[in-house]
């Protein structure tokens, strides 16, 4: 079916249903970023593949809303479909609610599915109508599912229990950390609804959602019971001896009489209105709600002792398979035997063969020439080109590990040499890189606060990127984790040591390159300059693998970024010679010789 055969049965739907507009948002019922493939209406819908963006469709028009992140990606993808792409964040730009003044009029209605929208979007869409004279209704089916006729079924892979050698904290210690922090708010109930909280806290790991190694399920805990929602089928006995006396487990379904029991009993229930869906708050009518972020999120984003030690050992690992794929990667490229795909299947396999494998921690971003200018190019059969012995290959990927989960990209120059504008943009992104990693802030500061160190060299030439310069990464769970993030948005919780971040700049020149270097950072305690009642924090590099000093314009970098390129790569250099062979060890100590 395609995309105009869609909206048109979507339509059909909406007049039944007697709604005027329909809204699709990027989102699951667990409000994650990627959701299992039986919840991807959206990018069913439009075509539109991206990790990030909402459709509302009219009965005669339809647009769809992306970040800058995807703007190139979804001109290709949307073109020919009837739907309009608004460019967020743009100037001049309506947001959704905004073309909603436009779309509806008085007397007609929004429909929505309760299940996919928060609370707090929830309250934007109905102050959005209401100005329009319009309302809003919650229509409790689906009407993306009710025309999607080869739905996949939701999924329901074996659970795992992670062990506490990996988790580095025990099922029973999280659980009483969160019942403290329901003792100091005066709750009887917490109610979790994201899949990477609900592992975090259970110690259990599943591959429900690709790249991601979580469950579909719904959590409550009170001062006496834990409860893991989720289809029973795939529970094991060892699961069971997991979780021993600490949690019982109910079926998926059963969540919602749960929480209505909990609603007609008046309890007072602690629900994150940001990630709970507005179904849920619907179901706990009645009961006392307080609306604030889960003590969850923070206690996952810092990481114990155990996690960062596994973190450390996955990123050795990691960079061993870089390594002997950027060796090999130089010489085939010479031969004309490799494609943009074909080489992130090689990467792949190389990772494979490391300890704790257990896949990839996102679709990887092997965008050669001007693909490498689309900021999350998603290579397929379709697009996939052949390398060549000339331009820029940007290749980000990142793997998880039972210790780890990693992200790295890297730029690479395939020819004999760049251009000046690939060499000067370069340079000035791995400047920014250089005085990101060498920050030293103040115990307190937001990512918002940093942003501009890597953005700066680029600003002195005229010259941005569209996206954040680092976002959170999970331990064995989710790639982009908060609730930090460095990136101009003012709502980032502040950064803590044991935080993982990542840090990467870039440069995009539509239809000709792409460009970014990406390492992830340990944030931690700067014991030099800390003092009592002052405390300092700082950021060390996680990531083992050499940059690219090819592509690097000496004349545009001073003697401490030089100090801290050439000192970063020697490290690289002692902590993998050791783990290769002696072939990929000579590539190694050429790549990283001081500059």
């Given amino acids: 079916m395609e995309v105009s055969a869609r909206l048109a049965a979507l339509r059909a739907q909406m007049r039944v249903h007697k709604v005027d507009a329909y809204f699709v948002p990027n989102a699951d019922p667990h409000q994650s970023e990627y959701a299992p493939e039986c919840w991807n209406r959206r990018a069913w819908l ?126 029973r210690a999280k659980l009483r950390r969160i019942r403290t922090a329901m003792r100091a708010r005066d709750v009887d109930a917490h109610v979790l609804t994201t899949l990477d909280a609900i592992a975090w806290i259970y110690n259990i790991r599943a591959a429900d959602v690709q790249f991601n190694p979580v469950a579909v399920a719904y959590a409550v805990v009170t001062h006496d019971d834990a409860v893991l929602f989720t289809d029973q089928k795939r529970v094991t006995a060892g699961l069971r001896r997991h979780f021993a006396k600490h949690v019982s487990v109910a079926d998926y379904a059963d969540v919602a009489a749960t929480l209505e029991n909990m609603g007609a009993a008046g309890k007072r229930v602690w629900v994150d209105d940001t990630s709970a869906s507005q179904w849920v708050l619907e179901r706990l009518h009645g009961a006392r709600p307080l609306f604030a972020a889960s003590p969850v999120a923070l206690m996952k984003a810092k990481k114990n002792a155990t996690e960062l030690k596994g973190i450390r050992a996955a990123h050795v690992r990691d960079g061993v398979a870089m390594v002997r794929f950027l060796h090999w990667l130089e010489r085939i490229v010479a031969t004309g035997q490799v494609s943009e795909m074909s080489a992130a299947q090689q990467l792949e396999a190389y990772r494979a063969e490391g300890e704790h494998f257990q896949g990839l921690s996102f679709p990887t971003i092997a965008g050669y020439g001007a693909h490498g200018a689309i900021i ?179 004349k545009l970098m001073s003697k401490p970024e030089l100090q801290w390129l050439n000192s970063y790569h020697a490290h690289v250099r002692k902590t993998l010679s050791p783990l290769l062979s002696a072939t990929d060890r000579r590539w190694l100590v050429n790549a990283c010789k001081p500059i």
């Fill in 46 to 171: 439009s075509g539109f593949t991206g990790s990030a963006g909402d459709v509302l469709v009219g009965l005669d028009a339809a647009w769809l809303w992306t970040d800058g992140r995807y703007f190139l990606q979804a001109e290709t993808q949307l073109r020919n479909s009837a739907i309009e792409m608004m460019r967020q964040g743009v100037a001049g730009v309506p947001s959704v609610e905004e073309q909603l003044q436009v779309v509806l009029s008085a007397g007609s209605r929004l429909g929505v599915d309760p299940r996919v929208v928060s609370p707090a979007r929830a309250k934007l869409l109905g102050a959005a109508v209401a100005r329009a004279g319009a309302s809003l209704a919650f229509v409790d089916c689906n009407l993306v599912d009710a025309i999607w006729v080869d739905q996949p079924a939701t999924p329901a892979s074996e659970i795992k229990p992670l062990a506490t050698r990996f988790a580095g904290e025990s099922l």
């Fill in 376 to 554: 999350h190019y998603g290579v397929d059969t379709q697009s996939d080109v052949p390398l060549k012995p000339k331009g820029l290959f940007l290749l980000d990927s990142g793997a998880q590990y039972l210790d780890g989960t990693t992200d790295i990209t890297r730029t690479l120059l395939l020819g004999a040499r760049p251009r000046a504008a690939e060499r000067d943009n370069f340079t000035r992104v791995l400047k920014g890189h250089i005085a990101l990693a060498q920050a030293r802030f103040p115990a307190g500061a937001t990512g918002a606060r940093l942003d501009t160190l890597a953005r700066q060299f680029l600003w002195q030439a005229g010259l941005d990127y569209a996206h954040g310069t680092g976002h959170g990464v999970g331990a064995y769970l989710n790639v982009h984790e908060g609730p930090q993030s460095i990136s101009p948005r003012a709502h980032s919780a502040p950064l803590e040591a044991g935080n993982v971040q990542s840090n990467e700049p870039g440069y995009y020149e539509p239809g000709q390159y792409g460009i970014r270097i990406e390492n992830l950072v340990e944030v931690a305690r700067d014991d030099s300059i800390s003092a009592p009642g002052r405390e300092f924090l700082c950021f060390r590099t996680l990531t083992v693998c050499p940059i690219d000093t090819r592509l690097v314009a000496l």
